[in-house]
């Protein structure tokens, strides 16, 4: 299930320490793809840790690469 666009998903989210998350996402403040959309930044595929994630844990996600792919259906 999509998770929801909030503030506590939000501050959950551990893709600022993902090796994939890069300048850009920060300078953007993207996070919370899952939730949100596809990064708006370009950006390499270095590994992703959704797995170690409580929103992705909490909600039943099966996916990764959220920044990739856009959020969850
Ligand atoms: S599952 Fe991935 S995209 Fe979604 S909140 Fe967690 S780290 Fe961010
Ligand atoms: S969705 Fe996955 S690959 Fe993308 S930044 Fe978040 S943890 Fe990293």
Known sequence: MKPANNQENSDKCVCPNCPSYNKCMTEKMEKLFCAISKAVCAFEKRGCICGACP??????????YYC??????
């Open 68 to 73: 990739k792919s856009g959020a969850e259906i």
């Open 55 to 64: 929103v992705k844990i909490e909600n039943h996600l099966i996916s990764g």
